[in-house]
């Protein structure tokens, strides 16, 4: 399997209305009440694991770089799920 292509065009653009959608904030760091800028956006069901979830906004969220390492443990984040 091809993995994901996070440098096409369409990313790009997605990524952005993702970000846009979310108002550029770290959903995460919202839940505790923190105003932390989002700067990655994340794919909730992983795409490698579910390519037929990759372009499904109930599949994408805005976090900032920090919750981003922690949802990904092989990044060198710690936090579990």
Known sequence: MTPFD????RWKHKRLAILRRDGYKCQHCKRYGKTVEATEVHHIK???E???LV???????SLCHACHNKQHPEKGGNWKR
């Open 6 to 9: 996070y440098t096409s065009t």
């Open 46 to 48: 992983h795409a490698d």
């Open 50 to 52: 579910y390519p037929e």
């Open 55 to 61: 372009w499904e906004n109930s599949n994408l969220i």
